[in-house]
Nanobody, 125 residues
Framework: VQLQASGGGLVQAGGSLRLSCAASGRTFSTYAMGWFRQAPGKEREFVAAITGSGGSTWYADSVKGRFTISRDNAKNVGYLQMNSLKSEDTAVYYC???????????????????WGQGTQVTVSS
C-alpha cells in the first residue's frame, strides 16, 4: 500500500488542523494505521493509532483529548484532527500502515510496514 500524507501547514497556537493520509490499493481496511511525528533534533514519536476497522484507537498522552484519529475505509483515507495546537506539536507528521494486529505494538514505529512522505506542521506561539 502507498500512503500520501497532506494537510500540514502553519497555524497559531490554539488553532486546528486536519491531516489526511490517502492510501492506494483496495485492501485499506485490512491495515491498521498510525500517525507519528518527528521534531528537529528529536526521535520519531508515536501520536495515535487506529485499527483497520476503526473500532479501537490509541493516543500518546501528550495529545490525548486534543487529537482524534479516524478513517474512512470507503474512501481509503485516514485522518488526524488536531485541536488546541501547541508550539510543542510542531513537527513533521507521518502516517503509517501495518498489516495484522497492532494491539500490542501500536506505539512502535518499527512494526509499521508502510510510510507516507510526511507533512510539516508548524504551530506559532
Amino acid at each position: 500500500v502507498q500512503l500520501q500524507a497532506s494537510g500540514g501547514g502553519l497555524v497559531q497556537a490554539g488553532g486546528s488542523l486536519r491531516l489526511s493520509c490517502a492510501a492506494s490499493g483496495r485492501t485499506f481496511s485490512t491495515y491498521a494505521m498510525g500517525w507519528f511525528r518527528q521534531a528537529p533534533g528529536k526521535e520519531r514519536e508515536f501520536v495515535a493509532a487506529i485499527t483497520g476497522s476503526g473500532g479501537s484507537t490509541w493516543y500518546a498522552d501528550s495529545v490525548k483529548g486534543r487529537f482524534t484519529i479516524s478513517r474512512d475505509n470507503a474512501k481509503n483515507v485516514g485522518y488526524l484532527q488536531m485541536n488546541s495546537l501547541k508550539s510543542e506539536d510542531t513537527a513533521v507528521y507521518y502516517c503509517a500502515a501495518k498489516s495484522g494486529s497492532i494491539f500490542t505494538v501500536y506505539g512502535f514505529s518499527r512494526y509499521y510496514n508502510y510510510w507516507g512522505q510526511g507533512t510539516q506542521v508548524t504551530v506559532s506561539s
